[in-house]
């Protein structure tokens, strides 16, 4: 939950690395607001599974954490980049390119010549047996890439038009209202560690939204 939460963080600074970007205190301060809002919020009541998730190998798990947010906001930094340097590109054009190279690395990965040597089982074959016998699967598996690509649309073009931060933030709190809505539907009442996380998020992205009337950030 803390490392999902705290994506902005890398993204902003990866931001000033790769792309030069600038942000104010007051930028870092209502980020750090929101993530810790939105991890104060979901990680309540849910100690006792994290403590056994993470006993065997906490090491292992904060670096794994660690990589996946710097690679994580190398990435949202460096399509920022793209688009700054060069803005004829579309959001279009990086959605394509992006699944691409993500096509051909799945590709060596679950048709490579480990899987076709027999150095281990063949995923890729092992995945469309699979739908080949069970139909409903296949169907279900080709809905999921569906919604995923429409899906994709909308974040792209995002970063394109707003930036990696503003993206971050809408996919991050997304998940927050999700939660805080569901709540509510069901009559849960939440507890006062709760109602302080949605204060902590309201507040972040109030400044935030004032930040938005301020100049832009300017690249160095």
């Known amino acids: ?6 994506k902005a963080i890398p993204v902003m600074i990866m931001g000033t690395i790769i792309g030069g970007k ?25 100690s006792k599974v994290s403590s056994k998730l993470a006993a065997p190998n906490t090491g292992l798990g904060y670096g794994l954490c660690f990589l ?7 990435t ?17 054009h ?3 390119y992006m699944n691409l190279w993500c096509g051909i690395y799945y590709g060596v990965y679950l048709f490579g010549p ?24 296949a169907l279900h598996v080709a809905l999921f890439c569906l919604c995923g ?19 971050t933030l809408i996919t991050t709190t997304r998940k927050f209202f999700n939660i805080l809505i569901s709540v509510l539907i069901n009559g849960n009442p939440l507890l006062a560690e709760q109602w302080a996380a949605v204060a902590l998020v309201f507040s ?9 009337r301020r100049p832009k950030s300017k690249s160095a």
Not at 1 to 6: D, F
Not at 25 to 43: C, D, R
Not at 120 to 128: K, Q, V
Request: with cysteine; hydrophobic share 45%; net charge positive.
């Open 1 to 6: 939950v803390l490392v999902k939460s705290s």
């Open 22 to 46: 600038v942000y104010s205190a007051l930028e870092y301060f209502s980020t750090i607001l929101i993530a810790a809002g939105i991890s104060l919020f979901a990680s309540r009541g849910s």
């Open 68 to 74: 996946n947010l710097i690679l994580d906001g190398f």
């Open 76 to 92: 949202n930094a460096a399509q920022e980049t793209v688009h700054n340097r060069h803005p004829q590109t579309s959001s279009l």
């Open 94 to 96: 990086t959605m394509c």
């Open 114 to 137: 480990m899987g076709l040597l027999g150095l281990r089982s063949n995923l890729g074959m092992d995945c469309i047996g699979f739908c080949l016998r069970h139909h409903r699967a």
């Open 149 to 167: 690509a429409w899906g994709q649309l909308f974040i792209f073009e995002t970063i394109k038009t707003f930036g990696a931060l503003a993206n």
């Open 204 to 212: 972040g992205l109030f400044l935030h939204s004032v930040m938005k």
